[in-house]
């Protein structure tokens, strides 16, 4: 009965309401995250893993941008070579209509994440270590993972499409030949598994401006094409929809964001 009621008002929160390589305000209106059991998503759907899918497993989390990536540009717009093109080092995000910014709310999700996986037993490691530097270049953004040997990898990002767009996706790779084809296969399974997870956890709906039911593919992303771990990009919302941005400027919601994340990555290791 519990489950069933919680379900329920995760329907009523669905209801109320291009991306760059690295692809706050009140929270009326938003209802605050549930704590649920371990193994199960945030909405009592069904099981994700188990307690112990995340056990020893390494994982990292790439907080897109960064806080003084503004400030140099110089440096940020330096190319890099992504496997099939060159591109900037990094870029400077996007933000809401109203100044809040995406690299703040992908530093905030990413630390909530963190976490949630450290308390379910994970190793995770973060790209940058804080919101007030700059970079690392894309390159190294991959190389991080690479080097650690990740089980599993994401790039957490926030959409600046136009306006009348809303909802998340996952991006997943496609293979760019001598660079990241073994890694294909196995990102599209931790896509699935993250987009179902974000979907049934969050209540967002699909992008409605790009990609597949909630997943878009692509081989221009430097994070993707470098890759030699099973990794994904997700776009958690358009940061220019005015529901959207309601939704990722509550601190409340971006815990169950993270929440749903960690429910993903389960469910992805524990196959």
Wanted: charged share 25%.
């Amino acid at each position: 009965m519990a489950a069933v009621a919680l379900a329920l008002c995760l329907g009523v929160l669905g209801a109320c309401g291009d991306g760059s390589d690295q692809g706050s305000g009140p929270d009326r209106g938003v209802q605050p995250p549930t704590s649920t059991r371990t193994g199960e998503t945030p909405d009592g759907r069904g099981p994700t893993g188990g307690s112990d899918a995340l056990r020893g497993k390494v994982i990292v989390i790439d907080p897109g941008h960064n806080g003084g990536n503004a400030r140099h540009p110089g440096e940020i717009n330096r190319l890099v070579f992504v496997g099939n093109g060159r591109k900037p080092c990094d870029t400077t995000g996007t933000s809401t209509n109203d100044g809040y910014s995406e690299h703040a709310f992908t530093w905030d999700v990413s630390k909530r994440l963190a976490k949630l996986l450290r308390e379910r037993g994970a190793e995770v490691k973060l790209t940058r270590e804080n919101d007030t530097s700059v970079g690392p270049c894309i390159t190294e953004r991959a190389g991080i993972a690479n080097r650690a040997k990740a089980d599993a990898a994401i790039s957490i990002h926030g959409d600046g499409a136009p306006a009348s767009g809303h909802g998340f996706h996952v991006i997943e790779p496609i293979g760019v030949r001598g660079f990241n084809t073994q890694i294909v296969g196995s990102s599209r399974t931790l896509g699935t598994a993250i987009r179902d997870a974000f979907h049934g956890g969050t209540g967002l709906p699909f992008s409605t401006y790009r990609g597949t039911r909630g997943i878009d593919r692509r081989d221009d992303l430097g994070g993707l094409n470098l890759s030699k771990v099973p990794k994904v990009f997700i776009e958690c919302g358009n940061m220019r929809n005015s529901s959207d941005a309601a939704k990722m400027r509550s601190a409340a919601f971006r815990q169950r964001m993270a929440e749903s994340l960690a429910n993903g990555f389960a469910a992805f290791l524990a196959r």
